[in-house]
């Protein structure tokens, strides 16, 4: 459904994201008779968009595919009277009210509030095989999809901290856990490393990068390249995480909302409010910790009472 603007009509709230933190903010607002406008955005759906199972989401007894999950949130917000419009906002003027927002296509939209939910994406690594097999043994998220490698081999691309965490627990399911890094020192705090060290389930390959990921269905393994002696080899894994990074996506907004050094945007504490009255953040655009579609939601419905609040504050 595409939302039809009339020329220079002011919103009350326009929501940036349609993952699970700008759907249930949606969901929450339009509930509140705020009649939302909900930008879709680079991704439509958010990160579950490229999910397979969805098996820790509450509510569901079987595993929900990503994508249905997120359509279900979509016809929930249109129900209640959510509006959505197709495209990508290229520039945002914070700095005086009305909040204004163009589009890629020219379009101007004028706002009262502003949800920021756009949510951050996974660094990857831009193999061949790397997108074809997302969701069917290749993953940016262990607290996600740990689960469905049971008794399996296992490899995690990366060597900071985040890497650290997600091996460990890993090796909650997996056989086992091959951290692969292109550097001969790791990244990761002394803490750590201590901690995968003494994993017995954990081993490592420095001065290593993963070439390709290998398999037709599913991953059935991937090649590395030694890049002190140029040997290259494969390795048998079921699963492939990426753990390089997450970034925000808050590009737009770093001149104007205070934010991290990484461009993770800050909120008051419980709250979803940023420095600039009338904007607020929800799901991980301000979370680079849980990241999580629970999470998201929650923060979700937040910024959306949040919001209310204000709008009734400024009446």
């Known amino acids: 459904m595409t939302s039809l603007l009339k020329s220079g009509e002011v919103e009350d709230l326009t929501v940036l994201g349609t993952g699970p933190a700008g759907l249930t903010a949606a969901i929450y607002s339009a509930r509140a008779n705020l009649r939302p406008l909900c930008i879709d955005g680079d991704q439509p759906g958010g990160q579950l968009t490229i999910t397979s199972e969805v098996e820790n989401y509450p509510g569901f007894a079987e595993p929900v595919l990503g994508p249905d999950l997120m359509m279900a949130f979509r016809k929930q917000a249109e129900r209640f009277g959510t509006r959505f419009l197709q495209g990508k906002v290229v520039r945002a003027d914070l700095s005086k009210k009305p909040f204004l927002l163009e589009m890629d296509d020219g379009k101007k939209i004028w706002t009262k509030t502003l949800i920021i939910a756009s949510g951050a994406s996974a660094q990857w690594l831009g193999l061949p095989n790397e997108k074809r097999l997302m969701g069917k043994g290749v993953s940016g998220c262990a607290t996600c999809d740990g689960f469905f490698f049971r008794n399996a081999d296992v490899a995690i691309v990366g060597g900071g901290d985040t890497a650290m965490e997600e091996a460990t627990f890993l090796t909650r399911f997996a056989k086992t856990v091959t951290i692969i890094h292109r550097r001969n020192q790791l990244r990761a705090s002394k803490a750590m490393q201590d901690k995968a060290q003494k994993n017995p389930k954990i081993r490592f390959l420095l001065d290593s990068q993963v070439e390709d990921i290998l398999g037709d269905q599913s991953v059935s393994g991937i090649r590395i390249k030694n890049l002190e002696t140029n040997v290259i080899s494969d390795l048998e894994v079921q699963g492939v995480f990426v753990a390089i990074g997450h ?58 009472m949040d919001a209310e609040s204000y709008l009734e504050s400024e009446e």
């Open 247 to 304: 970034h925000p996506n808050t590009a737009l907004f770093k001149s104007q909302l205070d934010c991290d050094s990484v461009g993770y945007l800050h909120t008051e504490p419980r709250s979803t409010c940023t420095n600039i009255p009338g904007v607020f953040a929800a799901g991980d655009v301000a979370d680079r910790i849980y990241r999580q579609a629970v999470t998201a939601a929650g923060t979700g419905c937040m910024a959306a």
